[in-house]
């Protein structure tokens, strides 16, 4: 059973928002590196953004700087990704992923180093 729970996924105009919420229930997001990835069709899935353990610095791939934001809620032990200004290239399985880092690393993007993965939620842009 998955430790996490994504939703907020769905069928978008081009141009429109959405945002994904990753939801623990086992593991306290706040301490560890946090990261959402894209796997678009026929293509290998990438890391686009991620937030760091207790700092909650974050970083994106350069196709979602300034229309993604990735935040997290401590109260909630919930991590969001606010998408928008959504391209059809932006259409794929949304996953989030944790990896254990130091409390004061960078977070992690790389789908090789991340230790535990949720089930997905898709993201279709399309007019």
């Known amino acids: 059973q998955s430790q996490f729970v994504e939703s907020g996924g769905g069928l978008v105009q081009p141009g429109g928002s959405l945002r994904l919420s990753c939801a623990a229930s086992?593991?306290?997001?706040?301490?560890?590196?946090v990261a959402w990835f894209r796997q678009a069709p026929g293509k290998e899935r990438e890391g686009i953004a991620c937030v760091s353990p207790l700092s909650g610095r974050a970083r994106y791939v350069d196709s979602v700087k300034g229309r993604f934001t990735i935040s997290r809620d401590n109260s909630e032990n919930t991590v969001y990704l606010e998408m928008n200004s959504l391209k059809p290239e932006d259409t794929g399985g949304y996953y989030c992923?944790?990896?254990?880092?130091?409390?004061?690393?960078?977070?992690?993007?790389?789908?090789?180093?991340?230790?535990?993965w949720g089930q997905g939620t898709q993201v279709t842009v399309s007019a």
């Open positions: 086992t593991v306290t997001l706040e301490y560890v590196s």
């Open positions: 992923a944790i990896s254990s880092t130091d409390f004061t690393a960078m977070c992690i993007m790389t789908p090789g180093q991340a230790d535990s």
